[in-house]
């Protein structure tokens, strides 16, 4: 029996015990890539807005069960260290009105304005018209569609363990 074909996007770190991780991180690039391309295309068809992969991630995480969220709560959801680079999109997505920010104390508490429930409900619209139809083309079950993600989530918490560990070295 033949090898089977190793798909990975950098050889050298392909050789040896573990290849195959390099074939998952290859799997990951790959759909990282086609979901940031993605949801920039169906916040487009949305809205007309032009916004980055992280603006979406967060309007959508401030529009969550319609609670007020602080930064450190969008951070935490989101697995982001980088605060800054989330409070720059939220700065981003209060000057063109899609979220408005409340002081409270110390804390800066963001929800979701009018228009920006508004987009986010044209953004589930589209997704459910270009993505969710399609995805029955794939033959997966909801179940296996959670197990999926499950498997994900368990992968982040190896990569954020090994970025702990790297940065201790």
């Not at 169906?42 to 309007?59: H, K, Q, R, Y």
């Amino acid at each position: 029996m033949s090898e089977k074909r190793r798909i990975v996007s950098s050889r050298h770190l392909a050789e040896g015990e573990g290849w195959e991780t390099s074939e998952v991180e290859y799997g990951l690039i790959i759909a990282y890539n086609a979901f940031s391309r993605w949801m920039a295309r169906c916040m487009s068809a949305a809205g007309d807005i032009e916004m980055t992969p992280l603006e979406i991630l967060v309007l959508h995480n401030v529009n969550h069960r319609s609670r007020d969220k602080r930064l450190t709560d969008i951070c935490f959801l989101l697995n982001i260290e980088d605060t800054h680079t989330v409070n720059y999109a939220l700065k981003k997505l209060m000057k063109i009105g899609v979220i408005t920010s409340e002081k409270r104390g110390k804390e800066v508490f963001y929800r979701t304005s009018d228009e920006g429930e508004r987009l986010c409900a044209a953004y589930r619209d589209v997704r459910e018209r270009c993505l969710i139809e399609g995805m029955s083309k794939l033959d997966l079950s909801g179940d296996e569609l959670r197990e999926i993600a499950s498997s994900l989530r368990s992968l982040s918490g190896q990569y954020d363990q090994a970025s702990r560990a790297a940065a201790s070295l």
